[in-house]
């Protein structure tokens, strides 16, 4: 088991910055891929961004790129996402995640989750 637990959530005006930790704890030997994912309100769970674990390399959707940068420390079981250039449509729960293998973004892919973080961006 592999347990998952985000912060670094708030509220944040438009053109802010956020950074999102998540930290694992348990079998982390079985990571591959950690993974952060989205879910506004009234909307399906997204996702937003990955990292190898191992290999440091990572995957993003377009409306990251440029403005998100996912990290990761190994020593710590840590993956960081620093958000920067927040708008209002990025108000949602960030969630955490991670599979046994490498980048991807289907969601079903993913095995274990965190309990969410809320980012809340204001105009």
């Known amino acids: 088991q592999v347990q998952l637990v985000e912060s670094g959530g708030g509220v944040v005006q438009a053109g802010g910055s956020l950074r999102l930790s998540c930290a694992a704890s348990?079998?982390?030997?079985?990571?591959?891929?950690m993974g952060w994912f989205r879910q506004a309100p009234g909307k399906e769970r997204e996702f937003v961004t990955a990292?190898?674990?191992?290999?440091?390399?990572?995957l993003y959707t377009d409306s990251a790129k440029g403005r998100f940068t996912i990290s990761r420390d190994n020593v710590k079981n840590t993956v960081y996402l620093q958000m920067n250039s927040l708008k209002p449509e990025d108000t949602a729960v960030y969630y955490c995640?991670?599979?046994?293998?490498?980048?991807?973004?289907?969601?079903?892919?993913?095995?274990?989750w965190g309990q969410g973080t809320q980012v809340t961006v204001s105009s």
């Open positions: 995640a991670f599979r046994t293998y490498g980048l991807g973004s289907s969601l079903s892919s993913y095995d274990y």
């Open positions: 348990g079998r982390t030997s079985s990571i591959s891929t």
């Open positions: 990292i190898n674990f191992e290999a440091g390399s990572t």
